[in-house]
């Protein structure tokens, strides 16, 4: 595989923070006795009478279908890469098949890695297509570019799939910076892909949506507002449109995490988060309606709790998996929560969906 890489994963450096437990301490580790609620986002909740964070009705199945990537970005929360082999097989594929049958819910979001790398991810959207459900690819454009992968625009044009394209500016310094040299150039090239097989022109049933992440210890800025930025720039300059613009704030998780802590701004970043919490976005944070199954079956309130493996507590099951799916016993449980999750709900908020309040 050819393309961008930025740097190499945790996992093949052996870094300390390749391990998720060794994530954690050093986020527990951070003093925040001088913030709100202590740094404690149990009790941020409870001071404003969460006293437990609880699911509602599943409408998303999210899916990790391996940890694979052509490329490895600086700001990484999975630690993907082209060393990572980690890969959902066939089996429990159609055990995640299965359990949707179960559900009303509505939407199935592939995400990865880069999921269209995965031998099965055809296979797996025909599947969840058949079934009349919003199927989402969250691609990081790049792929598109690989041999393999020519007439995968059409293809998913064709079935209505949503591209949730990661970019995470429009202009080269500011995305080459977070995802390596020459993203920018062959985002730019693979975008153009998809507007021509009619991506971005107003269907709903070829939706291009694409993700912004700061660049810096910042939160995201206004997503209205920079949607508008976007477009106007994107067309100005290159002739590209896309439907909408998500931002996502960055979390201290991983390969991020990493840069915190080596740029001196883990305790700036952590204060930042803490002090923006944002009651509002409560309610409609992505745990409380997703399920999050990682590539070897397990279940996750999300995906970012996923790459910490702080895994999903069912009543009376200890280690859920997704061949055992019991959604009776799932609406029971308590979502876990730990500092992390002060991104979800800071500023105005942040999911796999965008900004929250």
């Not at 190499?8 to 527990?28: P, T």
């Not at 299965?98 to 797996?124: M, S």
């Not at 591209?163 to 693979?190: K, M, W």
Request: proline letters at 4%.
């Amino acid at each position: 595989m050819s393309s961008p890489t930025a740097t190499l994963s945790l996992k093949q450096r052996q870094s300390d923070l390749s391990s998720s437990k060794q994530q954690q301490q050093l986020l527990q580790a951070v003093e925040l006795t001088h913030t709100s609620c202590n740094g404690d986002f149990d009790a941020a909740l409870a001071s404003h009478g969460w006293k437990t964070l609880t699911p509602v009705q599943l409408e998303i199945f999210q899916i990790n279908v391996g940890k694979l990537c052509n490329m490895a970005c600086r700001h990484c929360h999975v630690d993907a890469g082209p060393d990572r082999k980690e890969m959902m097989d066939r089996e429990t594929v159609d055990a995640c098949l299965h359990a949707l049958d179960q559900t009303e819910a509505h939407t199935v979001d592939l995400t990865g890695g880069a999921p269209e790398l995965n031998p099965h991810f055809r296979y797996l959207v025909e599947q969840c297509v058949v079934r009349g459900k919003h199927v989402i690819d969250r691609c990081n454009l790049t792929v598109l570019l690989l041999p393999t992968m020519q007439d995968l625009p059409a293809w998913l044009a064709e079935r209505g799939v949503e591209v949730v394209c990661s970019l995470p500016h429009y202009r080269q310094r500011n995305t080459d910076a977070q995802r390596g040299n020459g993203a920018f150039e062959q985002s730019i090239t693979a975008l153009k892909q998809l507007n021509a097989v009619g991506y971005g022109q107003g269907d709903p049933n070829r939706q291009l949506t694409l993700v912004s992440n700061p660049v810096g210890a910042f939160l995201s800025a206004q997503q209205c507002q920079l949607e508008q930025e976007w477009k106007a720039g994107l067309q100005k300059h290159h002739g590209i449109t896309f439907d909408r613009l998500i931002t996502i704030n960055n979390m201290p998780i991983s390969r991020y995490l990493e840069w915190l802590e080596q740029s001196g701004n883990l305790q700036a970043y952590m204060e930042l988060l803490v002090n923006a919490f944002n009651p509002g976005t409560i309610a409609g944070l992505m745990c409380r309606n997703t399920l999050s199954i990682s590539w070897d079956g397990r279940l996750f309130d999300c995906d970012f709790n996923q790459m910490l493996e702080l895994e999903l507590q069912q009543p009376g099951n200890p280690r859920p998996h997704i061949r055992n799916f019991n959604l009776e016993q799932l609406t029971k449980r308590r979502i876990v929560t730990g500092r992390h999750c002060f991104g979800c709900t800071a500023g105005v908020g942040s999911s796999c969906g965008g900004a929250i309040a």
